[in-house]
């Protein structure tokens, strides 16, 4: 149960639902509304300290955090993510940042049977028309790229984002204009096997961009903060509360009903998992 309350509060505070510095609900009212032990509220509470969400204060309220200052990228990894915060665009911009910058380093830095690989890695992928077929070699290209970059930090920060594919898909439909330009994969890797390294990062930016979805509207909502109505956040655990104000808040906190909290903890069972895939 401590894992659904989990969920539960993590999705309301990365929604907005709470603002940093603003205090949680006591463990005491939390059981009540859950219907759960003060055990189990402790633990999620707990998980939330350890994810940079809350700070707890001996004998004192929990209070919610700037998870976008105290938080990791984990916090994208596990459970729902809140639709506004447009994770799926945000992981592929990253992608395209680090992996323009990482053709260029591959560039500076890769040894020669390193860049021989990548140049025929790319000429096998051009001599194949079935688009599947070239993401798989696709795949190996930029793990070399990766590799010829020797950043450990780029390597990471892209199997956290992208490899496992849990915020963003790299199938073949997510990357189909990437793939469909043989001509452009072989300049990149042309550009780096000749050590022209303005150039790789130039022909990887442009490649990697053309998948980026686009950003939100101009006027659109912001994703969090201020202006935000909090009885219209979303909730991360994946089910639509109404928003009530309770006199046992403090002033200008909207609480939820005990009912909705315990069908949204009850939702978050369900949550998806994650599906790994390499990249």
């Known amino acids: 149960m401590s894992g659904q309350i989990y969920a539960l509060l993590r999705g309301e505070i990365l929604a907005g639902r709470y603002e940093p510095g603003e205090a949680l609900p006591s463990e005491r009212r939390l059981s009540e509304e859950l219907e759960t032990s003060r055990h189990g509220i402790r633990e999620a509470l707990k998980r939330l300290q350890q994810a940079g969400l809350v700070a707890i204060s001996q004998g004192g309220a929990t209070r919610v955090r700037d998870w976008r200052r105290h938080g990791g990228l984990e916090l994208l990894l596990e459970g729902e993510v809140p639709e506004a915060l447009e994770a799926p665009r945000a992981a592929m911009e990253m992608r395209a940042c680090i992996g323009a910058d990482a053709a260029r380093r591959c560039a500076e830095r890769a040894s020669a049977v390193l860049r021989a690989q990548i140049r025929a890695r790319a000429e096998q992928l051009a001599a194949i028309e079935d688009l599947d077929a070239r993401n798989a070699h696709y795949d190996v290209l930029w793990d070399l790229i990766v590799e010829g970059a020797d950043n ?16 963003a898909s ?110």
């Open 152 to 167: 450990i930090a780029y390597r990471l920060a892209l199997t956290t984002l992208v490899e496992r594919q849990t915020i």
């Open 170 to 279: 790299l199938k073949t439909d997510a990357v189909a204009r990437e793939l469909a330009d043989a001509g452009a994969i072989r300049a990149l890797a042309r550009a780096i096997a000749y050590g022209e390294a303005d150039q790789a990062h130039e022909h990887a930016r442009d490649l990697l961009e053309r998948s980026n979805p686009p950003a939100r509207a101009a006027g659109a909502a912001p994703a969090f903060g201020a202006g935000v109505p909090r009885a219209a956040a979303t909730s991360g655990a994946g089910a639509q509360r109404a928003a009530a104000t309770s006199g046992a808040d403090a002033p200008g906190v909207a609480a939820t009903s005990g009912g909705g909290r315990r069908a949204a903890a009850a939702s978050a069972a369900d949550a998806p998992g994650d599906n790994p895939r390499g990249r």
